[in-house]
């Protein structure tokens, strides 16, 4: 059974710092991985898609990494904002017709 | 484009009633999905439209939820008679290809509250 891991619940960070957000799965057979942002009271809003047979994507200030093999996944944020402040959540996919796994995921807030 | 589009955005019903929520997905999106998420857990998979049949309907807690999608277009998830346990914001989500093969898009939730 998949599970998915982001570590810490909560973050906060200066404005202007580059920062990492971590995602563990514990089965690395997956098909592809999406990042998402949640703002309080609203849905989930697609950030970044990597497909299985890429390592990473980037979407301005955003870079997505992934590494099957060791069952990990990283969303760099570089040069903080405060309008970053969000949940940050983590989900894979792992089958071709399979339902997304969430995590928990991370908190983050950016101080002005 | 019009998102993926939820209706009610919040309802509160007594123990024992009916709710029906509503999803509109994004245009010529045949899979459609609905998810949970109640209070501390993650957000969970409920079940999975390819069209208006079936894909997948592993995660529906029990038989008092019936999903259904009449054409193909949008989708209907009714709660009879809902539990206290029940409570929690259901998603939506649609997509052009399963399985991430395209992104998901998602609603912006339905926030249940059962008393």
């Known amino acids: 059974k998949q599970e998915v891991t982001q570590i810490p619940a909560a973050l906060s960070v200066p404005e202007g710092e580059n920062l990492v957000l971590n995602c563990s799965f514990t089965?690395?057979?997956?098909?592809?991985l999406q990042w998402f942002r949640q703002d309080p009271g609203k849905g989930l809003t697609s950030l970044l898609l990597?497909?299985?047979?890429?390592r990473e994507q980037t979407s301005g200030r955003l870079n997505a990494s992934l590494d099957k093999s060791s069952g990990r996944s990283t969303l760099y944020i570089a040069a903080s904002q405060p309008g970053d402040s969000a949940t940050y959540l983590c989900?894979?996919?792992?089958?071709?017709?399979?339902?997304?796994?969430f995590g928990k995921g991370i908190t983050l807030s950016v101080r002005p | 484009e019009a998102g993926v589009t939820q209706f009610p955005s919040h309802s509160v019903i007594e123990k024992g009633q009916t709710v029906t929520l509503r999803c509109d997905p994004i245009?010529?999106?045949?899979?459609l999905y609905w998810y949970r998420r109640v209070m501390g857990k993650e957000i969970k998979f409920l079940l999975h439209?390819?069209?208006?049949?079936?894909?997948?309907e592993s995660g529906m807690p029990n038989n008092r939820f019936l999903a259904e999608r009449t054409g193909g277009t949008y989708s209907t998830l009714k709660v009879q008679p809902a539990e206290l346990e029940d409570s929690g914001v259901y998603f939506c989500?649609?997509?052009?290809?399963?399985?991430?093969?395209?992104?998901?898009?998602f609603g912006q939730g339905t926030r249940l509250t059962v008393v």
């Open positions: 989500a649609s997509s052009q290809v399963a399985g991430g093969g395209t992104e998901a898009f």
């Open positions: 089965d690395s057979a997956i098909y592809n």
């Open positions: 990597i497909q299985s047979s890429q």
């Open positions: 989900a894979v996919y792992t089958g071709a017709n399979s339902k997304l796994t």
């Open positions: 245009s010529g999106h045949d899979n």
């Open positions: 439209f390819v069209k208006e049949s079936k894909q997948d």
